[in-house]
Nanobody, 123 residues
Framework: QVQLVESGGGLVQTGTSLRLSCAAS??????MGWFRQAPGKEREFVAT????????TYADSVKGRFTISRDTAKNTVYLEMNSLKPEDTAVYYC??????????????????WGQGTQVTVSS
């Protein structure tokens, strides 16, 4: 069972950057993903990285602005968010996918979830 703890959320202004971290109890064979959920909306896919860190997939809404990466030595996955917009405001969740190949963009593909971290972007 993989345990996940997110950190790094906060209140920032439009156009600035923020880096989220997700510490995992273990994840060497898992793909890792980030999802987000805004008030009144369904949880949506943001980005995923495969077990090796060499394959990444992004939602169109964040492509070119967000970067997902992983540090196997630290059992940590990151989400670097640049050029933030008010529509990026949401609770961001880290998740683990037992399929090491990655590219899973649906919630049902992920078996373990963190508690979430709030990101608020003011205009």
């Amino acid at each position: 069972q993989v345990q996940l703890v997110e950190s790094g959320g906060g209140l920032v202004q439009t156009g600035t950057s923020l880096r989220l971290s997700c510490a995992a109890s273990t994840f060497s064979s898992y793909s890792m993903g980030w999802f987000r959920q805004a008030p009144g909306k369904e949880r949506e896919f943001v980005a995923t990285v495969n077990w090796s860190g060499h394959t990444t997939t992004y939602a169109d809404s964040v492509k070119g602005r967000f970067t997902i990466s992983r540090d196997t030595a630290k059992n940590t996955v990151y989400l670097e968010m640049n050029s933030l917009k008010p529509e990026d405001t949401a609770v961001y969740y880290c998740a683990a996918d037992p399929n090491p190949l990655g590219r899973t963009t649906t919630l049902t593909g992920y078996t373990n979830w963190g508690q979430g971290t709030q990101v608020t972007v003011s205009s």
